[in-house]
Each structure stands twice: as structure tokens, then as C-alpha cells.
């Protein structure tokens, strides 16, 4: 999500203002990171695993004697991205701009890059509720982390995202989506052979 945002927010953005803007997971601490958005995700309320005796396996060691097994995880959570400037005008032309990419990234070529990145990533099939923006905390607060008493102003927009994932529990790492064949329960033996019973 933080990618996403990164490729749309470059240094071709439609408003030139806003090109390069800083997009990360940690508050910012330093002035010259401001303006910026400040990307959280929290999860819903569990993971959950797809399916009742659902397998898949990586097609890449089809052909090997050894066939491994994976399995795939569910998640459901909503992501937020706080945009943090020095200025209430400032956080509100890029509140702006987030909706713009947000909301009608799908409609415009120029605000594409955001959708086209989440949908098409190799690693997590996301699915985000592009039909519903919620926008809170419209704050000022007093105060800076570099410590001057100078007013920092935020706001936050938030979307529902469901997902899903298939990791390898051997290196911990995840599997790219595109190397995963399922196959039928039925066909599943004790030592599968490879190549039969896929769907």
C-alpha cells in the first residue's frame, strides 16, 4: 500500500506541488519530511485460513521429487493514510489529492498508478472498498517532534481492504500468487504425483 502510493506520488504526479511527497509506515520526525502521508493498517480481527482441507502447491517444483504444500490465508482490515502538513491549506490540497487517487484512480489515467499497483500485486491479492472513503481526525496539534512550538495539522482517510496471501512457512517468505495451481480435493493422494489432477 505504501508502494502503491509511492509510484502514484513520483516525480510525474499530475500536481507537480505534490511530486516525490514523502509516503511511509513511521510519523515523520524531520521538517524537511513535510508534507507527507503516514500509511497504518489494522487488521479487522483475525486471519483465517481459506477454505475446509484447501491445498495448493508451487507449480515451479512441479517437476521435482519433491512437492510442497501451501496453504492460503485470508485477511480483512482497513488501511489509513494520515497526510501530516505544516499548514491547515497544505493538509487540505492533499487530502484532496488522496481522494483524487483514491476515489477515481480508476476513472483517470493520470491518478491510475495506486489501483493498477494494489490489483495486480504478485504477493497479496487485495481488494479494496473503493466505493467508501471514511475521513476523520481534521486536527491541529501544537508541537513539532523536532520541538518547536510550531502547529503540525493532520487528517486521515480510511478504507476497507480484504486480502489474501500464500506464504512459505520454510523461508517465511511469501509466495507469488502466480505460482500457486489448486487442485481438487478429491484428486489429493497421501504423495501426490505432479502433474495429475489439476485444476
Given at each position: 500500500?505504501?508502494?502503491?502510493?509511492?509510484?502514484?506520488?513520483?516525480?510525474?504526479?499530475?500536481?507537480?506541488d505534490?511530486?516525490?511527497?514523502?509516503?511511509?509506515?513511521?510519523?515523520?520526525v524531520?521538517?524537511?519530511?513535510?508534507?507527507?502521508?503516514?500509511?497504518?493498517?489494522?487488521?479487522?480481527?483475525?486471519?483465517?485460513?481459506?477454505?475446509?482441507?484447501?491445498?495448493?502447491?508451487?507449480?515451479?517444483?512441479?517437476?521435482?521429487?519433491?512437492?510442497?504444500?501451501?496453504?492460503?490465508?485470508?485477511?480483512?482490515?482497513?488501511?489509513?493514510y494520515?497526510?501530516?502538513?505544516?499548514?491547515?491549506?497544505?493538509?487540505?490540497?492533499?487530502?484532496?489529492?488522496?481522494?483524487?487517487?483514491?476515489?477515481?484512480?480508476?476513472e483517470?489515467?493520470?491518478?491510475?498508478?495506486?489501483?493498477?499497483?494494489?490489483?495486480?500485486?504478485?504477493?497479496?491479492?487485495?481488494?479494496?472498498?473503493?466505493?467508501?472513503?471514511?475521513?476523520?481526525?481534521?486536527?491541529?496539534?501544537?508541537?513539532?517532534?523536532w520541538?518547536?512550538?510550531?502547529?503540525?495539522?493532520?487528517?486521515t482517510?480510511?478504507?476497507?481492504?480484504?486480502?489474501?496471501f500464500?506464504?512459505?512457512?520454510?523461508?517465511?517468505?511469501?509466495?507469488?500468487?502466480?505460482?500457486?495451481?489448486?487442485?481438487?480435493?478429491s484428486?489429493?493422494?497421501?504423495?501426490?504425483?505432479?502433474?495429475?489432477?489439476?485444476?
Amino acid at each position: 500500500m505504501v508502494e502503491a502510493l509511492r509510484q502514484t506520488l513520483d516525480h510525474e504526479y499530475v500536481t507537480p506541488d505534490f511530486r516525490n511527497v514523502r509516503v511511509g509506515i513511521e510519523f515523520p520526525v524531520d521538517r524537511q519530511d513535510y508534507p507527507c502521508v503516514w500509511v497504518d493498517f489494522s487488521v479487522a480481527d483475525s486471519l483465517s485460513r481459506i477454505g475446509i482441507a484447501h491445498l495448493e502447491a508451487d507449480e515451479s517444483t512441479s517437476g521435482a521429487t519433491t512437492f510442497r504444500q501451501y496453504t492460503r490465508w485470508r485477511f480483512r482490515g482497513w488501511v489509513s493514510y494520515t497526510v501530516v502538513a505544516m499548514s491547515s491549506f497544505e493538509r487540505d490540497r492533499l487530502i484532496d489529492e488522496m481522494v483524487r487517487i483514491l476515489a477515481f484512480g480508476g476513472e483517470a489515467g493520470a491518478t491510475s498508478q495506486f489501483r493498477s499497483y494494489v490489483e495486480s500485486n504478485e504477493f497479496i491479492a487485495m481488494n479494496f472498498d473503493f466505493d467508501e472513503i471514511g475521513l476523520s481526525g481534521l486536527v491541529a496539534v501544537p508541537g513539532t517532534p523536532w520541538g518547536t512550538d510550531e502547529v503540525i495539522y493532520e487528517g486521515t482517510l480510511r478504507m476497507e481492504v480484504l486480502g489474501e496471501f500464500v506464504s512459505d512457512s520454510l523461508s517465511v517468505t511469501l509466495v507469488p500468487l502466480s505460482e500457486i495451481a489448486v487442485f481438487e480435493y478429491s484428486d489429493l493422494e497421501p504423495d501426490p504425483v505432479p502433474g495429475s489432477g489439476w485444476t
